[in-house]
């Protein structure tokens, strides 16, 4: 069965550090594009940054761009997002999200993973 | 950066209601928008990718239109399991967005 499975999710204080991890499982992730996807608690959904396949290629949203960085390892099937100087306005909903390759629609998500944010 | 507007931001429909749910782009997307539904608890499930196509599995009461800035979802006869939030995303630029969501929500 095809899945995604993100850990890493935890309670940390402001300025703190914290690194998901999303694996994947039933298909071989280098032959995808990838992404993380986050939600509020009570909000909708934002896009937060994207991979290539190969991981020459990577995009963030604003609000995390130097704070945040996307990474793969295709060898061992598994995406991940390094995240650092951590805001109360990151907590929210991680997801990791694989692109169907057609107009870049997320075909496959994980159950996401809970990253608080509080001192 | 592109900004997706969806409306209604909330509708409150009847099974068996034909329910129609606008979403508007900042600027013309060609046919890059994708729908998902989310329901509470979940995670989104993708029902319309390219504006147009039904996703292997969705049902065909589900259906997409639209190109450049203003797009449509359309459910043609809602059935209780369609309760739920329904997003656009544009994937016209790399920096993807969404929009703010519709919750249908049982009369």
């Known amino acids: 069965e095809v899945a995604l499975v993100e850990s890493g999710g935890d309670l940390v204080q402001p300025g703190g550090s914290l690194r998901l991890s999303c694996a994947a499982s039933?298909?071989?992730?280098?032959?995808?594009?990838m992404n993380w996807v986050r939600q509020a608690p009570g909000k909708g959904l934002e896009w937060v940054s994207y991979?290539?396949?190969?991981?020459?290629?990577?995009h963030y949203e604003d609000s995390v761009k130097g704070r945040f960085t996307i990474s793969r390892d295709n060898a061992k099937n598994s995406l991940h997002l390094q995240m650092n100087s951590l805001r109360g306005e990151d907590t929210a909903v991680y997801y990791c999200?694989?692109?169907?390759?057609?107009?870049?629609?997320?075909?496959?998500w994980g159950q996401g993973t809970m990253v608080t944010v509080s001192s | 950066d592109i900004q997706m507007t969806q409306f209604p931001s909330s509708l409150s429909p009847s099974v068996g209601d034909r329910v129609t749910i606008t979403c508007r782009a900042s600027?013309?997307?060609?046919?890059?928008l994708n729908w998902y539904q989310q329901k509470p608890g979940k995670a989104p499930k993708i029902l319309i990718y390219?504006?147009?196509s039904l996703h292997s599995g969705v049902p065909s009461r589900f259906s997409g239109s639209g190109s450049g800035t203003e797009f449509t979802l359309t459910i043609s006869s809602l059935q209780p399991e369609d309760f739920a939030t329904y997003y656009c995303?544009?994937?016209?630029?790399?920096?993807?967005?969404f929009g703010q969501g519709t919750k249908l929500e049982i009369k």
């Open positions: 991979i290539s396949k190969s991981g020459d290629n990577i």
């Open positions: 600027q013309s997307i060609s046919t890059y």
């Open positions: 995303q544009q994937s016209y630029i790399s920096k993807y967005t």
């Open positions: 999200a694989r692109d169907l390759g057609k107009s870049s629609a997320f075909d496959i």
């Open positions: 039933g298909f071989i992730l280098s032959t995808y594009e």
């Open positions: 390219a504006a147009s």
